[in-house]
């Protein structure tokens, strides 16, 4: 299986650190520098280059989960390194100057700098030291604790590395790999370490020398093959592997012989290949590399392993990192190791006569690593890769000694206790296979697993410990079970049991690489349909509908053809046709395939089946997405009655139908129903899920949602926040689900006026979008979307303009054309324009969304409405208030249609019938609308809703308008009484302050207003750009104090400053451009 990586991402996959050469002197067409990078290039293949302090921050900010080292200048470090010194991942920095005695005088300060050297040579050696420590401490690790009886509560918590790693080396061992395999790896290493003549020469001797019976030989020796296997090339290295793994179990006894394998040699060409393109200009691997291709067989796989070369570094860490296509060049040789450790394994077994003994390995554990390893006391832990172990136990305290001094890590000596009659586990001593002949090494074949014993300090030292670590027996109940949940959570066999591996771990490139391949070579039709059916998963997830459409489309097609065909086959066919229509918007097609698969199932299965709840819960989605919320409703709690029956009382599956309902009342604006279904689900899944179980994550997001929708920020803020928490300890940095909660937060800090805050969040989210997903998902529109609302709120026009063109350009590609989503983006540009007093430009977008919604939606759907009173808008602020009433009472009667009398979307609705009557100065009117509003926040919102606020505000401003100024100061004083004791947005107290700064003016209490003005002037400065035309409005209503004050001078300064921001955001005809005129010519006559 080839692959097509470019040349970032393959040089991302070499290691799992980061190499940082900084010095403002660097230039590579020097010879002094060329060997400098030469000599690192033999330690480590990828260094980066800065000439910079700012180039090296800005590169480990950008990669802050690697483990990081510095080389730096002398001068360049006294400014780098105090700004650095305290980053988590930064382990090691080298001061490399000509001034030795100069720089130790500052380098003494900073316990992360490892020396001051003239020497490159020397930096080497302790970068290669620090290395090789950095392999030992990131060692794959998972644990699981002790299950409580008749729960499956530990086996649902499993990390997917301990899952994934086991399933892939039981599908590697099924799998024969031919010696082409071998090719492969060299290919693909020559490739990698290009240039590196010290690799190179050793891949070359791997591709001459390697056979399955010296896997071992080559796995102790610290080259490429090492390396690689620390790195993320497992796949790639499965061959390698095996062979190692049945080297140690043919050592452990006597009279077996060795399994024999016959390797195709294009598996060792395709990963030689690979490794040539990824260490390109890297002399000593590409040496390496080259010696790999002439040397390697099955029968020296440990060697190869044990050499500290490439790779060992590709290999560990892609059983680390779980990368699909690494693994998949390095099959052969997973294999090749695991079946040479399983031939040692076999030769060596009567040596030990059944004595139990010790062997020890030290290393270091992160602390949150060493902390979930020390509640699991009683618990299982994994060894993800290859386990190497020493019968030496001051030589494996060493390295726990080694790991204290990084920042945040915990030195670990394991002592593991072990049983040679267990038969399960292939262990092995290596001492004649290793590429080290001198080390007293025990050798574990990848996923070994052990029981937790007693974990307690050494030395009384608080970051050294000894755990003690048992083999876990053949017949260990919990082990049985594990394996067995294991197992059926990946079925199937050989390389589809890869495939949805691969789709498990979010490998869908490669997943559909590998998937088209099978396509290739099969004809049966039963075949033909599942494989179609897993691209279909595969193009969902990466947000190619239309495609993943197309290839269910063809499952159903094969599978109504077949006369021997199962009609719930067809009827899963149809939901998932049904589900991607749900994705993309067009909702009548969901509905028709759900139904068609609803049709099969209500004849076929009994009517308590749980699939039938799964279809229920589906239709009850797609009527919640038209707006239909009573059928919504209707179908969840058919779901919910079907789960009532068949399910235990605390049973996720239960949480999830809850969650539901709660999300149709949340929609419809019944919050308080919303909270207590979504309590209902929090209730359950607290009971069913371990506490940093990611549905429990989204529990709490829901919660936190309501919350925000009922303007308690800091409520929903504590939700949100309980969610993030779970997600960064339960997931990978970079994983979707996080840009989800870093959004959500991101809407708050938006919604309370906290822009700063808003766009951080609203930025970490975009880059995880940027990051996992293809340029053109409607994700990554999103995230563009959310960052083009702040701009918006911030009043900076063309930068809202400038990200909502961004998501508008990927949700026309990623999208169908008629996509409620694109809608919604069209309706968003318009806003801009209709601020921007653009108003032919706001109308043309406002009318391309609406055209849009009329076609994908209901007829009464409520974004319907929301077009509407986007018109309404835009129509009173040209004056033109009687298209604008039109559009508002079509908007109230779509709403009249879908929501009960009182429900909150009539607030918005009645508020700008006030707006418009007050614009047309029908007072009562106005204030009889705002009123209404008025009287449905008060019973819908909690008691100092910020919406509440801005309505006593508005009722206030009438009140003004017609004369009766203390109403109006009570009015917007109760306002001020929620906006001054609550999180909400401070530019909505602004306005307040200002309204009642018109109100005391007009009374001629000019220096109370003046307090009122300048109250609000201060905020908006602080949160609105220096040209905002909401400044200008506080600059013309002080220019009229000063100007009725008689301060002329004071008043043209105001006035002036109001002209020139509205000369610059506002049209020529705007009225405010000619009153704000006006009242500079009365000042000008004044003066």
């Not at 959570?489 to 890869?498: A, E, I, K, Q």
């Not at 808008?873 to 079509?890: F, I, Q, R, S, V």
Request: proline share 3%.
């Amino acid at each position: 299986m080839a692959s097509n990586i470019s040349r970032d991402q393959r040089q991302r996959m070499a290691e799992n650190y980061l190499v940082i050469w900084v010095d403002e002197n660097i230039d590579m067409a020097n010879e002094d520098c060329q060997n400098t990078m030469e000599q690192l290039r033999a330690v480590v293949n990828q260094v980066n280059t800065c000439t910079t302090a700012e180039q090296c921050i800005q590169q480990l900010t950008e990669n802050q989960e690697k483990i990081s080292f510095i080389i730096s200048s002398g001068a360049v470090g006294q400014h780098l390194v105090p700004n650095i010194h305290d980053m988590a991942k930064l382990n090691a920095i080298f001061i490399f100057c000509g001034n030795k005695q100069r720089h130790q005088v500052w380098a003494q300060n900073w316990t992360k700098i490892k020396g001051v050297h003239t020497s490159i040579k020397h930096i080497c050696e302790k970068l290669s030291t620090a290395i090789q420590q950095c392999n030992q401490d990131h060692m794959s690790v998972s644990s699981v604790g002790v299950k409580a009886e008749g729960s499956s509560k530990n086996l649902d918590q499993l990390e997917p590395s301990f899952m994934y790693s086991q399933i892939f080396k039981e599908i590697l061992l099924e799998i024969e790999h031919d010696k082409q395999a071998v090719q492969d790896l060299v290919t693909y290493c020559q490739q990698k370490y290009q240039g590196n003549k010290k690799e190179i020469k050793i891949i070359n001797e791997f591709q001459r020398d390697y056979q399955a019976s010296n896997a071992i030989w080559w796995y102790t020796r610290q080259c490429f093959t090492y390396k690689m296997l620390n790195g993320d090339v497992m796949i790639r290295m499965g061959f390698f592997l095996c062979d190692v793994h049945r080297q140690i179990e043919t050592l452990y006894k006597n009279h077996e012989i060795l399994l024999e394998i016959e390797y195709d040699k294009q598996a060792v060409q395709d990963l030689v290949t690979y490794c040539q393109q990824e260490y390109q200009g890297n002399k000593k691997e590409i040496n390496i590399i080259n010696e790999f291709q002439r040397d390697y067989q099955a029968s020296n796989a440990i060697w190869w392993y044990t050499r500290q070369c490439f790779i060992y570094k590709m290999l560990n860490g892609a059983l680390r990192t779980l990368n699909g296509d690494v693994m998949i060049r390095m099959g052969f040789f997973l294999c090749d190791v695991h079946r040479q450790i399983e031939h040692l394994h076999k030769q060596q077994v009567s040596h030990y006569h059944g004595q139990i003994f010790t062997v020890f390995r030290g290393q270091g554990l992160s602390k949150a690593d060493f902390e979930k390893l020390a509640e699991n006391k009683g618990g299982l832990i994994s060894f993800n890769n290859f386990l190497s172990t020493s019968t030496n136990p001051d030589v494996s305290l060493v390295f726990a000694k080694e790991a204290l001094k990084i920042t945040d890590m915990i030195g670990i000596l394991f002592q593991i206790t072990i049983d040679p009659t267990i038969s399960s586990t292939l262990f092995a001593s290596i001492r004649e296979e290793s590429y080290f002949k001198d080390e007293e090494e025990i050798l574990f074949s990848m996923h070994t697993v052990f029981r937790i014993g007693e974990v307690g300090k050494i030395d009384n030292n608080r970051a050294l410990y000894k755990v003690d670590l048992k083999l876990t027996s053949d017949d260990d109940p919990q082990l049985r079970e594990l394996t067995d949940y294991i197992r059926q959570d990946v079925s199937g066999t050989r390389w589809y049991r890869m495939g949805q591996l691969l789709l498990k771990i979010g490998q869908f490139d490669k997943a559909e690489e590998l998937y088209t391949a099978l396509l290739e070579q099969t004809s049966d039709n039963s075949e033909r349909a599942y494989i179609h059916n897993q691209l279909g998963h595969v193009k969902s997830h990466q947000g190619q509908y239309d495609e993943a459409v197309s290839f269910y489309k063809t499952v159903v097609k094969i599978k109504e053809e077949d006369p021997l065909k199962d009609d719930l086959d067809l009827s899963a066919g149809y939901n998932n046709i049904g589900q991607l229509y749900n994705n993309m918007g067009d909702y009548s097609k969901a509905l028709e395939f759900y139904e068609k698969s609803l049709k099969i199932r209500e004849k076929a299965l009994p009517p308590n089946h749980p699939h039938l709840a799964t279809l229920y819960n589906n239709i009850g989605l797609v009527s919640n997405n038209m707006g239909h919320y009573a059928k919504a409703l209707e179908f969840y709690e058919k779901a919910l009655k079907i789960d009532e029956k068949t399910l235990p009382p605390n049973h996720p599956d239960l949480a999830a139908s809850y969650n539901n309902i709660g999300q149709v009342y949340n929609d419809m604006g019944n919050y308080s129903k919303a909270l207590e279904f979504y309590e209902k689900d929090l209730e359950i899944s607290k009971k069913a899920l371990p506490p940093n179980h990611p549905d429990l994550a989204i529990s709490y997001s829901n919660i936190g949602q309501v919350y925000k929708n009922m303007g308690d920020y800091s409520k929903a803020l504590e939700f949100y926040e309980k969610s993030l928490k779970i997600k960064e300890k339960a997931l990978p940095s970079n994983h979707p689900s996080l840009a989800i909660s870093y959004s959500n937060i991101g809407q708050v800090y938006k919604s309370m006026g906290e822009y700063s805050k808003a766009l951080e969040f609203y930025e970490k989210s975009h880059k995880i979008a940027e990051k996992t997903l293809p340029p053109n998902h409607p994700d990554l529109a999103t995230a563009y979307s959310n960052i083009g609302e702040v701009y918006y709120d911030m009043g900076d026009y063309s930068k809202a303009l400038e990200f909502y063109e961004k998501d508008i350009e990927i949700t026309k590609k990623a999208l169908p054309s008629n996509h409620p989503d694109l809608a919604t983006s069209y309706n968003n540009i318009g806003q801009v324009y209709n601020n921007m007093d653009d108003y032919s430009k706001a109308l043309e977008f406002y009318e391309k969304s609406l055209k849009i919604r009329e076609k994908a939606l209901p007829a009464n759907h409520p974004y319907l409405a929301v077009s509407h009173l986007s018109f309404a808008a835009c129509y009173e602020k040209m004056g033109d208030y009687t298209t604008a009433l039109k559009a508002l009472k079509t908007a109230y009667q779509i709403q009249q249609k879908v929501f009960e009398e009182g429900n909150p979307a009539f607030a918005s609705t009645y508020s700008w019938f006030g707006r418009v009557y007050r614009s047309m100065k029908d007072y009562s009117k106005s204030l009889n609308f705002f009123e209404k509003c008025l009287t449905i926040e008060q019973k819908t919102l909690p008691e100092r809703h910020p919406n509440q606020a801005i309505t006593y505000s508005s009722i206030g401003d009438v009140h003004r308008l017609m004369g009766d100024y203390e109403k109006a100061i009570s009015f917007h004083i109760k306002a001020l009484n929620i906006q001054e004791n609550v999180q909400c947005n401070p530019l909505q107290c602004a306005t307040t302050y200002i309204n009642l700064g018109k109100t005391y003016r007009e009374m001629k209490d000019y220096s109370t207003a003046l307090i009122y003005y300048e109250k609000g002037l201060e905020i908006r400065k602080n949160k609105l750009p220096k040209i905002h035309p909401d400044l200008a409005v506080v600059y013309h209503n002080l220019a009229q104090l000063y100007l009725s004050t008689g301060q002329y001078r004071v008043a043209m300064k105001n006035v002036q400053q109001a002209v020139e921001i509205a000369h610059e955001k506002l049209p020529s005809n705007h009225p405010h451009v000619l009153e704000y005129k006006e009242t500079f010519e009365k000042i000008r006559k004044k003066m």
